[in-house]
């Protein structure tokens, strides 16, 4: 065995010979700096490296599997789902289940709620006039009604019934005729002459305002309550306290005429 040059050799019992190389401190460190060792080893600062290194990784080359701004967002929105259902979960009894019981639940009230009170109602824009400018007769404003009935027209033919029901009143003395009133209005005075209908009448104006102004649809259920309505009222006589009242403000009207 002998060592030459940084060659180590060896006759082995055979007679062959291995070469085995030792590689000096030196040499370790020329490698460790990436040199070949023939040449000195490069060193490049640490902030000019890592600029380097940026402005090489934002080239487009590097991003063009990158998702869209739209899926990021969208993961985003998954992620943030993600873990406000895991939170809930874990404060809810029976965690994932008994967040599911409780959605249920939840959703089940809000239904059996929008059943029975319906479609929220919006307040009528304004407080527009029962009549317009044409007078008609109750009879006029009935065969209207029924005709846009026919047709199934049902908006129409429940404003033209209202109508029909507070011309009759008029025509019967037990509302005073008065230009510019509001079936509200009109509901509430022939309540006090007809005290036993003064719900109906409450009820049947705001159907009038829902349909004409709060943008609601009518039905023939509907047309066919206000046409019993008015034909109930056409068969009630008025209480005596409400005649002498009609009669009262009907020779006020007539002595300031």
């Not at 090489?56 to 080359?61: C, Q, R, V």
């Not at 969208?74 to 289940?97: H, I, K, Y």
């Not at 527009?128 to 026919?150: K, N």
């Not at 009759?168 to 509901?187: C, I, K, N």
């Amino acid at each position: 065995m002998s060592l030459t040059g940084g060659v180590l050799t060896a006759a082995l019992p055979s007679g062959a010979t291995t070469v085995v190389r030792v590689w000096r401190a030196s040499d370790r460190a020329l490698l460790a700096a990436g040199g070949s060792g023939d040449e000195p080893p490069v060193t490049v600062p640490r902030d000019p490296a890592r600029e380097a290194a940026r402005r090489e990784l934002s080239k487009g080359m590097y991003h063009e599997n990158d998702p869209s701004l739209f899926q990021r967002a969208l993961n985003a929105l998954w992620d943030w789902l993600d873990r406000l259902f895991g939170t809930a979960a874990s404060a809810t009894p029976g965690g994932a289940v008994g967040l599911f019981v409780v959605i249920l639940f939840v959703v089940a009230v809000l239904a059996a709620l929008w059943w029975r009170l319906g479609t929220p109602r919006r307040p009528p824009a304004s407080a527009a006039l029962l009549f317009d400018e044409r007078t008609r007769s109750a009879a006029e404003h009935r065969a209207a009604g029924e005709a846009h009935a026919a047709q199934g027209h049902w908006n129409q033919a429940v404003q033209e019934r209202m109508r029909a029901v507070v011309r009759s009143l008029e025509e019967r003395a037990l509302l005073d005729v008065r230009p510019g009133r509001t079936a509200d209005e009109a509901a509430a005075e022939a309540g006090r002459a007809l005290p036993a209908h003064a719900d109906r009448l409450r009820a049947a104006a705001h159907e009038f305002d829902d349909v004409t102004y709060g943008g609601r649809s009518a039905d023939e259920h509907s047309y066919r309550r206000l046409a019993e309505l008015d034909r109930d009222l056409e068969n009630t006589r008025p209480s005596h306290a409400a005649s002498a009242v009609g009669t009262a403000h009907s020779t006020r009207q007539g002595a300031a005429e």
